[in-house]
Every structure is written in C-alpha cells, then in structure tokens.
Nanobody
Framework: QVQLVESGGGLVQPGGSLRLSCAAS????????MGWYRQAPGKQRDLVAR???????NYADSVKGRFTISRDNAKNTVTLEMNSLKPEDTAVYYC?????????WGQGTQVTVSS
C-alpha cells in the first residue's frame, strides 16, 4: 500500500519560510519522480516543483528562486523549502510520487501566508 504523508504546513507571515516534508512508503522511492502540487481555493491544482529519480529539478515560474525541492533516497523523503513566502502561495500543498502513467498523491497540507 502506497502512502505519502506530508507535514510542515501552517500559518506564516509574508516574507517568512516554511519547510514541507513528505514521507513515502510502499514504493521503490529511488525510482520515482517526486514533487509538490498546490491548489488554492477556486483554482486548479498546479505543479510547484518536481525532482526526478536522477535529481533533475523543475519549478513553476512563480516559485523559482524562492522554493527548493530536494530528496533523500535513504530516508524516502522529499522536502520543499519555501522562502520569501507571499500571500499568493496560500494553498493546500500535495506531495506526489510518479512513474508514468501512475501518480500517487498525498492527502495535502495547508499553507497559509498572511499577516
């Protein structure tokens, strides 16, 4: 049974930082592309960042230079470091594990950026 468990969400002021983590089980983690999507109220779910099994990364334009994705294959975890947070970063953030055509999703963690 595949499980992706996110943690680290919460409330932060504009300009602040948060670290999201996703712990994976039930998959051969090192072989999967891992990533983060987010969904704000009334909007579609969009890719935030992704890291392949070989370590290549790509980011949404809106987070480039502010967010960093990394993975630890020994611990089966993927982390999203979020800096210089803006109110428009407010959303539910979802961890994914992907080997096409299959994508597994976590349950999501809320990130709220507000003063």
């Amino acid at each position: 049974q595949v499980q992706l468990v996110e943690s680290g969400g919460g409330l932060v002021q504009p300009g602040g930082s948060l670290r999201l983590s996703c712990a994976a089980s039930g998959i051969i983690f090192s072989g999967y592309t891992m990533g983060w999507y987010r969904q704000a109220p009334g909007k579609q779910r969009d890719l935030v960042a992704r890291i392949t099994s070989s370590g290549s990364t790509n980011y949404a334009d809106s987070v480039k230079g502010r967010f960093t994705i990394s993975r630890d294959n020994a611990k089966n975890t993927v982390t999203l470091e979020m800096n210089s947070l803006k109110p428009e970063d407010t959303a539910v953030y979802y961890c994914i594990a992907q080997v096409l055509p299959t994508t597994y999703w976590g349950q999501g963690t809320q990130v709220t950026v507000s003063s």
